[in-house]
């Protein structure tokens, strides 16, 4: 089942349109919110819980398949972007102004902690839940002997105009990450571990970028690369862009099959064309361009189930859904 988020036209709610991934002609509306939806994440736990994040200054965890509204957490200003933990099944991350909240399900009345961030973070826009192994460190005392390893874990966060990964493992402790110019949207893949952080074009380079990275320790990250758009992109600063998306593709239905899906993709977007260019992370170039658009894309969202893979592209007027081999 696909989730797109999108108005009922009659009465001016706010919810998701269920689309079968099998029949697209099959849909059905799920009313949510009363403004409109600015990010929603299916539980990563495969209960089929949906946690969305609205304008109305809400947020919410609904059953898309019965349409009941689970939880409702009352906010006292909009929350732009929202996260599930992904070792504690009860617990959940909104962004808000200035600093992130964590509520307890059972107990949603009033966070569990408010987490600030070192200096103001505005316009949240990216979240996500980020647990790897950490490589090995270097202790104070010694400069060759390496200190035990501790897993990573924690919350990437991205602004316009900041990236903040926050340290689980030390009181939610945040630290910057090096940016290139402003932030358009962030996006993490839990089997490959990478992130890829996607930038406008600005006065610095005319071209939109995206860089590919690993978070290999609290305060340091492991730059792959860096992707560019080969053409210049014809948008004003206003203009939305697209949320890229990286992932792992599976090759269980590859010729030569491996136990062991590997290969990491990356989709992102031609404002020029209107097409979802995709990538090969590893040789850092372009492999496809998928067909375009008539408008703007705006998101992109790779699912499968270990033997189809498959990538949903959405624009302002439409979603399309492309089988990947």
């Not at 349109?17 to 495969?46: E, W, Y």
């Not at 990236?163 to 689980?168: M, N, P, R, T």
């Not at 990356?266 to 361009?289: C, E, F, M």
Request: glycine share 4%; hydrophobic share 30%; aromatic share 8%.
């Amino acid at each position: 089942m696909l989730g797109v988020s999108s108005v009922c036209p009659q009465n001016s709610n706010y919810g998701i349109t269920k689309i079968s991934a099998l029949d697209p002609s099959n849909t059905d509306f799920v009313p949510l919110h009363t403004k409109p939806i600015r990010d929603m994440k299916f539980d990563p736990n495969g209960k089929g819980l949906l946690l969305t994040t609205s304008l109305d200054k809400t947020a919410k965890i609904s059953c898309p398949r019965t349409k009941n509204i689970v939880v409702n957490f009352g906010l006292d200003t909009a929350s732009m972007a929202c996260e599930w933990d992904h070792t504690d099944p009860y617990i959940i991350y909104l962004g808000q102004n200035d600093s992130l909240r964590a509520y307890d399900i059972r107990k949603h009345s009033v966070p569990l902690r408010k987490i600030y961030s070192v200096g103001k973070q505005q316009g949240l826009h990216s979240l996500h839940y980020v647990s790897q192994p950490q490589l090995n460190t270097v202790t104070e005392s010694s400069q060759h002997t390496p200190a035990s390893s501790v897993p990573l874990k924690g919350l990437c966060a991205a602004s316009v105009d900041t990236i903040l990964f926050y340290d689980g493992n030390n009181n939610w402790s945040s630290y910057k990450v090096q940016m290139n110019g402003f932030c358009t949207s962030l996006s993490y893949d839990p089997i490959s571990h990478y992130l890829m952080s996607s930038f406008r074009n600005s006065e610095s380079s005319d071209k939109p970028s995206h860089t590919i990275y690993r978070q290999t320790s609290p305060i340091t990250q492991r730059e792959l690369r860096t992707l560019y758009v080969s053409d210049i992109v014809k948008t004003d600063s206003i203009t939305p862009l697209a949320r890229s998306n990286i992932f792992t593709l599976s090759t269980s239905h590859s010729p030569n099959p491996s136990p062991t899906p590997t290969r990491a993709i990356a989709a992102t977007a031609d404002q020029n064309t209107h097409q979802v260019v995709l990538w090969d992370v590893t040789l850092g170039s372009p492999v496809q361009k998928l067909p375009a658009h008539s408008s703007h894309l705006l998101d992109m969202r790779h699912f499968g189930d270990g033997t189809m893979d498959f990538l949903a592209s959405l624009s302002e007027k439409q979603l399309f859904v492309y089988k990947l081999i």
